[in-house]
Antibody, heavy 123, light 111 residues
Framework: QVQLVESGGGVVQPGRSLRLSCAVS????????MHWVRQAPGKGLEWVAV????????NYAESVKGRFTISRDYSKNTLLLQMDSLRVEDTAVYFC????????????????WGQGTTVTVSS | QSALTQPASVSGSPGQSITISCTGT?????????VSWFQQHPGKAPQLVIY???NRPSGVSYRFSGSKSGNTASLTISGLQAEDEADYYC???????????FGPGTRVTVL
């Protein structure tokens, strides 16, 4: 079945790095844009980053631009998020999600979500 | 601070209909037909209930419907049920530089 499974979360000190992974199964990974979305404790959803189906387009929220890098490994059907220079305000549950548009460079919404992985940035 | 605005809360009795609004600008909601709506129960991942303004994904109840007029999109839940009690977020494509934005969310309470 269609499934996204995140991993890599944990507790990290401010200024350090963390890499999140999202293992994809049950659909053609090559066909869909993929997002990272986060949710701070008790807060709403915040869009973080997106990578196009072919990996050529990458976009970021202003809050993470220059610190986070999204990528995808087609050989392993895996979405990645490299998070550098972490801040306390990056503390959140991070979800990976599939865009419901295929073979497009505009984004229609997220129709498949992982269960989330928790990132805590604290000294 | 969200680029989109939603009411903080909406409530209704079982069987009633409620509508949640999502107001943006011509750079997001008003400029594209790529508005989506998500339902989130506590401790769970969000679930898509509407995409492309008014399309329902397979498996989503017919009681959920979406529309848009100008810079404001709306989600209507008809025949309100206890299981509809959740947080609802709108989202919109916002162009090539910052492709996606969420609203702040609306807490739906079934009285």
């Amino acid at each position: 079945q269609v499934q996204l499974v995140e991993s890599g979360g944990g507790v990290v000190q401010p200024g350090r790095s963390l890499r999140l992974s999202c293992a994809v199964s049950g659909f053609n990974f090559n066909s869909y844009g993929m997002h990272w979305v986060r949710q701070a404790p008790g807060k709403g959803l915040e869009w973080v980053a997106v990578i196009s189906f072919d990996g050529t387009n990458k976009n970021y929220a202003e809050s993470v631009k220059g610190r986070f890098t999204i990528s995808r490994d087609y050989s392993k059907n895996t979405l990645l998020l490299q998070m550098d220079s972490l801040r306390v305000e990056d503390t959140a549950v991070y979800f990976c999600a599939r865009d419901c548009g295929s073979y497009v460079y505009d984004y229609h919404g997220m129709d498949v979500w992982g269960q989330g992985t928790t990132v805590t940035v604290s000294s | 601070q969200s680029a989109l605005t939603q009411p903080a809360s909406v409530s209704g009795s079982p069987g009633q209909s409620i509508t949640i609004s999502c107001t943006g600008t011509s750079s997001d909601v008003g400029g594209y037909r790529y508005v989506s709506w998500f339902q989130q129960h506590p401790g769970k991942a969000p679930q898509l209930v509407i995409y492309d303004v008014s399309n329902r994904p397979s498996g989503v109840s017919y009681r959920f419907s979406g529309s848009k007029s100008g810079n404001t999109a709306s989600l209507t839940i008809s025949g309100l049920q206890a299981e509809d009690e959740a947080d609802y977020y709108c989202g919109s494509y916002a162009g090539s530089s910052t492709p996606f934005v969420f609203g702040p969310g609306t807490r739906v309470t079934v009285l």
